[in-house]
């Protein structure tokens, strides 16, 4: 039975392990205090450096200076119980910055926190085009606000959403009491 008991749990290791494998995300594990105790071979693919790198490491240490109090905030063993997510900004080996979504979720044992365990998905391109329509947005805005013909904007049932300084100027109202 011992033996039978211990070929089920070699058998579990081997699948886990070509699961762990198969996995497209970035996942860790740390410990207590945020010192990654294992990551899967996607550590190598993301950030262009060896695994061995990693472990030993504090996550908080391996990502950009502005976003050390989100993985500090993610890794609090005295918050709120479930999924902790948040994004995080981490230089790569190649020097280019990539932008994280993580997961992290604490580890208990016997009703303490023992560590915790994570995934982290590449979200970078995501992140430009966000940035890249915050530009356009900008711009488009700044050609609507400096436009000197008066211009209006509504919604489908005809509701004013927007008016440019010019439209204000030739009602002589403010965009407060025109939009809506």
């Known amino acids: 039975a011992v033996e039978a008991a211990q070929a089920r749990i070699a058998q579990n290791e081997r699948e886990l392990t070509v699961l762990m494998r198969s996995v497209q995300e ?9 010192v990654i105790t294992y990551v899967n071979a996607h550590w190598t693919a993301f950030t262009g450096r060896d695994v061995s790198g990693a472990v030993g490491q504090r996550l908080q240490d391996l990502v950009e200076p502005e976003s050390q109090q989100r993985v500090f905030e993610a890794l609090d063993p005295g918050a709120e119980e479930g999924v902790r997510i948040c994004e995080v900004v981490a230089r790569v ?4 910055e990539l932008m994280f979504q993580m997961a992290v979720v604490p580890l208990r044992m016997e009703g ?15 992140w430009v085009a ?10 488009q805005d700044l050609l609507l606000e400096t436009n000197p013909l008066p211009v209006s904007v509504t919604d489908a049932e005809g509701r004013v959403v927007r008016v440019n300084r010019a439209w204000e100027e030739w009602k002589g109202m403010g965009r407060d009491t025109l939009t809506g």
């Open 112 to 126: 303490r926190v023992t560590g915790f365990a994570g995934s982290a998905v590449d979200v970078t391109d995501r």
């Open 93 to 96: 080996a190649d020097g280019r």
């Open 26 to 34: 970035l996942i860790f594990r740390t410990d207590l205090r945020g």
């Open 130 to 139: 966000q940035q890249q329509l915050q530009t356009q947005l900008a711009f």
